[in-house]
């Protein structure tokens, strides 16, 4: 935004300020535009990729409706469609291999790997965590 006011000053001062230093001040404005083009090119490739299909893959959810083999899961608090090879359960975490259209390949994930990613899911006083481990104590 500072840079686009300062490239328009530049071309007003193009024709306001003294000869030379007009278009001085239209090629500095000009230079600083293409240099702030440059640095966020750059910073911005340091970070992979989070979104679309290719930041989903890898990812891990839970399985809301029974996957035998099509089912649903919740993935960052969306719910998917969802196909496994093999059948998976109400409430079994897993781990997303492929995404084909707006469906996810799935498999199941082992438990001991993930839990630290998981966040605030895997914490204890979660409520929906809470009704997992009453249910798993009851049966």
């Given at each position: 935004?500072?840079?686009?006011?300062l490239l328009?000053?530049?071309?007003?001062?193009?024709?306001?300020?003294?000869?030379?230093w007009g278009v001085i001040?239209?090629?500095?404005?000009?230079?600083?535009?293409?240099?702030?083009?440059?640095?966020?090119?750059?910073?911005?490739?340091?970070?992979?990729?989070?979104?679309?299909?290719?930041?989903?893959?890898?990812?891990?959810?839970?399985?809301?409706?029974?996957?035998?083999?099509?089912?649903?899961?919740?993935?960052?608090?969306?719910?998917?469609?969802?196909?496994?090879?093999?059948?998976?359960?109400?409430?079994?975490?897993?781990?997303?291999?492929?995404?084909?259209?707006?469906?996810?390949?799935?498999?199941?994930?082992?438990?001991?790997?993930?839990?630290?990613?998981?966040?605030?899911?895997?914490?204890?006083?979660?409520?929906?965590?809470?009704?997992?481990?009453?249910?798993?104590?009851?049966?």
């Open positions: 935004m500072l840079q686009r006011v328009a000053l530049a071309i007003v001062g193009l024709f306001v300020l003294p000869d030379p001040a239209v090629v500095t404005a000009a230079a600083v535009e293409v240099g702030e083009v440059f640095f966020w090119i750059r910073f911005l490739r340091r970070y992979p990729v989070t979104t679309g299909a290719e930041g989903l893959v890898g990812q891990r959810g839970e399985v809301i409706v029974r996957c035998a083999p099509v089912g649903r899961v919740r993935l960052r608090g969306e719910s998917w469609n969802a196909r496994s090879e093999e059948p998976l359960e109400l409430g079994e975490e897993v781990r997303v291999e492929a995404v084909d259209g707006l469906t996810l390949v799935v498999a199941r994930a082992g438990n001991a790997t993930h839990r630290a990613e998981l966040g605030a899911t895997l914490d204890p006083r979660h409520p929906r965590r809470r009704e997992r481990n009453r249910a798993r104590r009851a049966t």
